[in-house]
């Protein structure tokens, strides 16, 4: 028998700790582990980003599936530009230092990916009860509808609008008007460079037809030229009950900058080209 080695214990302690993802649907545990606290980013701080108010953007194909590990080594990010995730929909001014925020699109058949850097000095988790309490925490929210076909889609499934939280989950409403899980639509891992945040995801995208009761649903094979409605946000909290700014991808996103959970008319759009 080898002898105790307190170092090891430690170590796998630590990578318990650390390890961060989200595939379960029937997990309603709020009490998800922190994200890497690792220097992996490969991204430059001075790469400049594209402003595009109108939120029409344009989502790359990739040669092979990304590996989602929150650190874009991945040679598609390497080639696409950083789109602006800095129009302010909701709160009072700030400056760069509370939140900065830029994005960049690709995709595959199966997967629509996201590269999401955030600048935010004070990052927050879901409040207790982060099922109800969702929108509180800081979070990334993504707007998508397959056909960009518009339309209400609070509580049915026209349209999405996964709320990505600091835990991991992705939550939006279902047709019984309550906040759900929606964890393996969306796989998403986050790393931390001082106050830079990085989130990578892998996206599945599904139509109108899926029904949340049902095992059976098949997500839609992507294509070049297709079009699908999107907006995406990011939600600030800076340690208070509510988040203090919502901000957003493209200039203006229907009543108050807040329709979007709403109303999938107000989204902007991403084409996928080759």
């Known amino acids: ?30 009490e998800q582990p922190a994200p890497v606290d690792v220097p992996c980013h490969t991204t430059s701080a001075d790469e400049e980003e594209v402003a595009v108010p109108n939120g029409e953007f344009e989502a790359a194909q990739s040669a092979a599936p990304v590996e989602v590990d929150g650190c874009s080594k991945d040679a598609v990010w390497a080639a696409q530009d950083w789109y602006s995730l800095n129009y302010r929909w909701m709160g009072a001014e700030h400056d760069s230092a509370d939140y900065y925020g830029r994005f960049k699109l690709a995709w595959d058949a199966d997967y629509l990916y996201l590269l999401v850097e955030v600048t935010d000095d004070s990052l927050s988790p879901t409040l207790a009860n982060g099922l109800s309490n969702y929108w509180k925490g800081d979070y990334v929210e993504v707007f998508l509808d397959e056909d960009q076909s518009g339309g209400n889609h609070q509580y049915n499934h026209q349209a999405f609008a996964y709320h990505v939280s600091t835990e991991g989950h992705a939550i939006d409403q279902s047709t019984q008007q309550e906040p759900i899980f929606f964890d393996s639509h969306v796989t998403v891992m986050r790393t931390r460079e001082g106050n830079r945040y990085l989130w990578e995801m892998a996206i599945k995208v599904y139509d109108d037809q899926f ?10 094979a992507l294509t070049a030229q ?49």
Not at 4 to 12: E, I
Not at 237 to 248: A, H, L, Q, T, V
């Open 1 to 30: 028998m080898k002898p105790f080695n307190p170092l090891f214990v430690g170590l796998l302690f630590l990578t318990s700790l650390f390890s961060f993802g989200c595939n379960d649907d029937d997990n309603n545990d709020d």
């Open 211 to 220: 029904d949340e009761d049902s095992a059976d649903n098949m997500p839609v």
């Open 226 to 274: 297709k079009t699908i409605g999107f907006s995406l946000a990011y939600g600030d909290n800076d340690g208070n009950n509510s988040r203090e700014n919502f901000m957003g991808s493209r200039e203006t996103h229907g009543a108050n900058n807040d329709a979007g959970y709403i109303n999938s008319d107000v989204f902007g759009s991403v084409v996928l080209i080759e």
